[in-house]
């Protein structure tokens, strides 16, 4: 057997139904459109219409807003800090920084800045440079003589 000998089954892959083809075909006349009016012509766009009743995005209540202005951080744990050095991945006797947690795998994108929380624990001395830290993050380091530096985030760029 070769490969231009190769064959489907009979009946493995039916044609595609011609549409508008004549009322013998079985999808004749309107083409599967239904009758007139709007929705039998090209371009129709009424998602979310309900036939001139008030539709339900409109009849339920608006709460709260999106702020645009919202920065958005990744996220390490202390826990997953401290893994990563055990498994090799980050050196504790050097700065950690954003491109040392992303070669590392900690975090996929720096996003805005990285933060850094207090779950977990972490048993060697660190040199850590991030945006922002909780208050229980900076105590553990702090506490096994490591230090951490806080990065100033930039002013919003504002139109001239």
């Not at 702090?142 to 002013?155: D, E, F, S």
Request: glycine letters at 16%; one cysteine or more.
């Amino acid at each position: 057997m070769k490969l231009n000998e190769i064959k489907d089954n009979p009946g493995a892959r039916r044609s595609k139904m011609r549409i508008s083809r004549g009322i013998g075909s079985g999808k004749g006349k309107t083409g599967g459109r239904g009758g007139k009016g709007q929705t039998a012509r090209t371009g129709v766009s009424i998602n979310g219409f309900e036939g001139g009743q008030m539709p339900l995005y409109r009849r339920l209540p608006k709460r709260g807003f999106t702020n645009i202005f919202a920065k958005k951080f990744a996220e390490v744990n202390l826990g997953c800090l401290q893994a990563a050095i055990e498994n090799g991945k980050l050196d504790p006797k050097n700065l950690i920084d954003g491109q040392a947690l992303i070669k590392a795998g900690l975090v996929r994108r720096k996003w805005d800045g990285i933060r850094l929380l207090g779950k977990g624990a972490i048993k060697v001395k660190v040199t850590l440079e991030v945006s922002g830290a909780t208050k229980t993050a900076i105590e553990a380091i702090q506490k096994l003589g490591g230090t951490i530096q806080l990065l100033t985030p930039k002013p919003l760029e504002t139109a001239k």
